[in-house]
């Protein structure tokens, strides 16, 4: 969980931070952005680099690194230099996240598996929410420096807990292959469903990276506390990702409650021509239709392609985190250059092709059904 309050904590304060480097808007959200590259990129790659180190190794060497990057990213006196800081910080995440699964999951099965997985996925939420939401508090009171200097104190504490249950073997992580790939894109239709999670994040992922900024617009008063609880709507995710499964079996199956997801995701935007308030009310709906998307899709890319769920899962992630990547970047651009009236029908434009994504995945099954 602290992992990711790590990877989201300087968004709430980007127009400051862009300040203070004397940046531009997509210059800022490149801080945010290029973080997800490696996430983007570890999936299918990570295992030629980790397959001979343990899950206790990784842990014990990543996290104090992080916390060493972190800590350093609140006292560098140039962007370049951040900028790398942050890529660093990128390149250690997935390496983390990958061997706390693997130490979660170690000698457990059925149920209690079942159990750690969700919660480990809701503690992934709520650390992305909680890394925005407390960041932005503190930086109400106190300076970035101590800001970063915090949550480095809190991976080094993370650090010192005595490991009980550590894997000894080595990883067994996804090692490309090109055949292996080509049959899960291929796969009923797979590749749809990763070009509509592409979109959906890059909607997600740009919109949040540049709210802080619209806040700031609207507001010039706005404390560095209020943007941070503009995030709040996070929470909702979590609701969303349990009850996904729920909402399918009850209303007509997957694909079509996806669609619902994205027409609330789509639809939320309207909210943000509105005033500060209605920005932050904006977050809630997004969140409840994305995570509602994210986890149907999830389940069928796996449902579709079982015998290459390491595959399957690497590739989802990896549109995933790269729709993201390229939606915090280049949105930047969209919204410096010509207004948040265009950048959010930008945005909707990127949505209604994800939409069309999971529309045709679903014609697409109804015709082999018949």
Not at 24 to 43: D, M, N, Q, W
Not at 329 to 340: P, R, S, T
Request: hydrophobic share 55%.
């Amino acid at each position: 969980m602290i992992c990711f309050c790590v990877l989201y904590a300087p968004q709430p304060m980007l127009s400051e931070l862009a300040e203070r480097f004397m940046v531009s808007k997509p210059e800022a959200g490149l801080l945010v952005s290029v973080t997800l590259i490696p996430l983007a990129i570890a999936p299918l790659s990570y295992g030629i680099f980790l397959k001979q180190l343990s899950a206790l190794t990784i842990l014990k060497w990543a996290l104090p690194l992080l916390a060493i990057a972190m800590a350093w990213s609140g006292f560098v006196q140039s962007y370049e230099g951040m900028l790398i800081l942050r890529l660093s910080q990128g390149a250690l995440l997935p390496a983390i996240m990958t061997a706390t699964m693997a130490y979660l999951t170690s000698g457990r099965e059925g149920h209690e598996l079942s159990r750690v997985m969700a919660l480990y996925i809701s503690a992934t939420i709520f650390g992305g929410m909680a890394g925005r939401v407390v960041s932005g508090q503190l930086a109400s009171y106190i300076e970035w420096e101590w800001v970063a200097s915090m949550w480095a104190v809190l991976l080094l504490l993370v650090t010192m807990t005595p490991w009980r249950r550590a894997t000894p073997k080595p990883l067994n992580l996804i090692k490309p292959d090109a055949q292996r790939i080509k049959q899960a894109i291929t796969s009923r239709g797979n590749g749809l469903i990763f070009l509509s999670v592409f979109c959906m994040f890059w909607v997600f992922a740009g919109y949040l990276n540049y709210l802080p900024f619209r806040i700031n617009e609207v507001d010039p008063g706005a404390s560095t506390g209020l943007v941070g609880q503009s995030y709040l709507g996070y929470s909702i995710g979590i609701v969303s990702a349990l009850t996904a499964g729920w909402l399918a079996k009850r209303f007509g199956g997957p694909i079509r409650v996806a669609m619902i997801g994205f027409i609330v995701m789509i639809g939320s935007l309207l909210l943000s021509l509105g005033d500060v308030w209605m920005l932050i009310a904006q977050v809630f709906v997004m969140c409840l239709g994305m995570f509602v998307i994210h986890t149907l899709a999830a389940s069928e890319v796996n449902h579709n392609a079982r015998s290459l769920g390491g595959v399957v899962n690497g590739l989802y992630v990896s549109c995933y985190y790269a729709g993201g990547a390229f939606g915090a970047w280049l949105m930047g651009y969209i919204y410096e250059l010509f207004g948040w009236t265009l950048f959010l029908m930008v945005l909707v434009a990127i949505g209604a092709i994800g939409a069309c994504c999971i529309w045709m995945y679903g014609q697409m099954h109804q015709t082999r059904r018949r």
